[in-house]
């Protein structure tokens, strides 16, 4: 006997991403605010003054890839716990890329689900981490390997809060941008290439157009069952890159930066990308202090953590490569042997 559970439904998770001051926000629920000390200081009266909700409460954790962990995911939700939330509160991220993920996925569970939203502090989530829904934590076995899809409420992207931001997080940011403009949109790059982001006009523009393209891709495959892997393109190598280093040595960013050239790489050797292409994007990036190099100690074992990538299976890895300048190849097609002639060019 056979009994099916027709689930065919329409669900309209849509929302909407806003690039500016931040306006006044009005919950009336129980709301905690997700952020790092470091945020907080900088910051926290500024969001506090255009926030009204019923209740409020900050839950504070340390700052740092380091700490995207699911024991830091138990003490949110203890504190949550403590505070009695229900499913009709809301949940604030308000940091970048770490604690968006990790009130995202916090979101995501308690309670089988509640609203959250995203009011990223730096680049690198205001461009690409804070839109289309991934949440998720570290382990010792990779990069985001636990979590969920589940998409915020609302986006607030406000520039003023780079204000405060190190040259370096700034850069990690322009990595991402890159990554964007490189894999679906060549014109966009050619304005990376003839532009300072540095100058807040520049930005503006590149943050524009950097939060449609992903809006579009996610619109498009909210669950990266296809086209949505395009923006992984660099990240199978990053995230081996970020594991090897323990999540100490590199932001996101410089890790993603090194991805790109290491991809970047194979696509010459598998005639996808011209040299001439491969330097200038390599170019942009040295631009922005980004690192494009990397000693890889174990190159074995640097292949076989390719199989804890998300996109892998059992026996093939998905690897995401750029095509040209604008555009993009997802392949499980690329054999072993080049893999490992471009992975022993970065042995020690």
Request: glycine share 6%.
């Amino acid at each position: 006997m056979t009994v099916n559970i027709d689930l065919k439904k329409e669900i309209d998770n849509s929302y909407d991403i806003t690039i500016d001051a931040l306006p006044t926000i009005k919950i009336d629920n129980k709301v905690a605010i997700i952020t790092n000390p470091k945020v907080s200081g900088l910051h926290l009266g500024y969001l506090l003054s255009r926030l009204e909700a019923k209740e409020l409460y900050i839950i504070t954790i340390p700052d740092g890839e380091n700490y995207k962990t699911l024991s830091q995911i138990e003490n949110i939700l203890d504190r949550l716990f403590d505070h009695k939330f229900n499913r009709k509160s809301t949940l604030i991220a308000f940091g970048g890329g770490v604690i968006g993920d990790m009130t995202g996925f916090t979101a995501s569970i308690y309670q089988r689900g509640i609203e959250f939203i995203q009011i990223p502090t730096t680049l690198l989530s205001q461009v690409d981490a804070s839109v289309g829904g991934k949440t998720g934590v570290n382990n010792d076995y990779g990069k985001n390997l636990i979590g969920a899809f589940h998409q915020p409420q609302a986006v607030y992207i406000d520039p003023y809060f780079l204000s405060t931001l190190p040259a370096r997080e700034f850069g990690a940011g322009v990595a991402e941008v890159v990554k964007m403009a490189v894999t679906f949109n060549a014109e966009f790059f050619e304005f990376l290439e003839d532009n300072d982001l540095r100058d807040s006009k520049n930005l503006l523009i590149a943050q524009q157009r950097s939060v449609e393209t992903k809006a579009w891709v996610v619109s498009q495959d909210e669950k990266e069952k296809g086209l949505r892997a395009a923006l992984n393109y660099g990240h199978t190598f990053c995230h081996v890159v970020e594991n090897e280093t323990n999540y100490t040595t590199y932001l996101h960013g410089e890790a993603v930066a090194i991805g790109m050239m290491m991809a970047n790489k194979v696509s010459v050797e598998l005639g996808w990308m011209s040299q001439d292409e491969a330097d200038r994007v390599e170019n942009v990036l040295k631009k922005y202090d980004l690192p494009t190099t990397y000693q890889i100690q174990d190159v074995n074992a640097f292949y076989e953590a390719f199989f804890l990538d998300k996109k892998s299976s059992d026996s093939s890895i998905t690897f995401i490569f750029a095509k040209g300048i604008g555009g993009v190849e997802i392949t499980d097609k690329v054999p072993k042997e080049t893999i490992m002639k471009i992975l022993n060019e970065y042995s020690v």
